[in-house]
């Protein structure tokens, strides 16, 4: 069992950046995947970005491609999600999410692909 804990949100204006992190405590002496998640008021959840478990591998949505940048930190059991260039769209909650695996590359876009889950934190863009 792993807990993932966001932190990181807050309001900002259209333009500017916001730095999400997700701190992973418990069993973290397994392999995870991580991922970055949202969910406007009224919408499905929504896959950001995903980074392997050796960050070899990262994906992001077509929504946030090149303005959004996924890293992560395995010494400090950390994952961070660097937003710039942000816009009122961007609005929703934001949940870190981890998957067990043994692969590298292995970076998921499916909600139902990750075990665990963080209880997100709230990111507002201002227009």
């Known amino acids: 069992q792993v807990q993932l804990v966001e932190s990181g949100g807050g309001l900002v204006q259209a333009g500017g950046s916001l730095r999400l992190s997700c701190a992973a405590s418990g069993r973290t002496n397994s392999n995870y995947a991580m991922g970055w998640f949202r969910q406007a008021p009224g919408k499905e959840r929504e896959f950001v970005a995903a980074v392997s478990l050796s960050s070899v591998g990262t994906q992001y949505s077509d929504s946030v491609k090149n303005r959004f940048t996924i890293s992560r930190d395995n010494a400090k059991n950390t994952v961070v999600l660097q937003m710039n260039s942000l816009k009122p769209e961007d609005t929703a909650a934001y949940y870190c999410?981890?998957?067990?695996?043994?692969?590298?590359?292995?970076?998921?876009?499916?909600?139902?692909?990750?075990?665990?889950w963080g209880q997100g934190t709230l990111v507002t863009v201002s227009s």
């Open positions: 999410a981890a998957v067990r695996t043994v692969s590298n590359t292995y970076v998921p876009a499916g909600v139902h692909a990750y075990e665990y």
